[in-house]
């Protein structure tokens, strides 16, 4: 009987051996296998003017050329309660298949304000000349409602140009 027993005891310590294993090698088996190919980005790549802010400049850097945005205000701008300084603008392109994307270098608040016109200056590289289309936004405010979007304008395609972009902002 003593053996009996014995035989019973290493088959039980096996079976408490092969029940550990299981649950110990069961989570890295339902793991999923890693992917081969990596993802396809769902966003394509953002354009590759490298903007640097130039804020009264009257002539680009002899390298490349400048965008200049001007917004025209109403008369009646002051009585709406808006700060001209509170305003944010946003160079966006466009691709192939027709959708705009913000270019993240070419943001921020107007430069100035004089006689009821604002104005913001990017400089674009002699690389990124002649690119294109683009388009200008302009917010209430950073992440606030939109106010204006121009029309699609190109970087100029000359050293030393201006791409000047006009917009008006009305009160509602």
């Not at 400049?57 to 009646?76: C, M, N, W, Y």
């Not at 392109?93 to 270098?105: A, F, I, L």
């Not at 294109?132 to 936004?137: A, E, V, Y």
């Amino acid at each position: 009987m003593t053996g009996n027993y014995a035989s019973l005891n290493r088959v039980l310590v096996f079976a408490g051996l092969c029940v550990t294993l299981v649950i110990v090698l069961l989570p890295l088996a339902a793991q999923a296998a890693p992917a081969a190919i990596p993802p396809v980005p769902t966003r394509p790549p953002t354009p590759t003017p490298t903007p640097i802010a130039s804020a009264s400049a009257q002539a680009a850097p002899p390298d490349g050329s400048r965008i200049e945005l001007r917004v025209k205000f109403s008369d009646t701008w002051p009585e709406v309660g808006m700060q001209w300084q509170d305003l944010w603008t946003v160079v966006q392109w466009r691709d192939d298949r027709g959708y705009w994307h913000n270019v993240e270098g070419w943001q921020g608040t107007l430069d100035e304000v004089q006689d009821g016109v604002g104005e913001k200056v990017w400089w674009v590289a002699e690389a990124d000349l002649g690119k294109g289309p683009f388009r200008w936004l302009v917010y209430q405010e950073r992440d606030g409602r939109l106010l204006v979007a121009s029309d699609s304008f190109y970087l100029p395609s000359d050293v030393g140009r201006v791409a000047l972009v006009e917009v008006a902002v009305l009160p509602w």
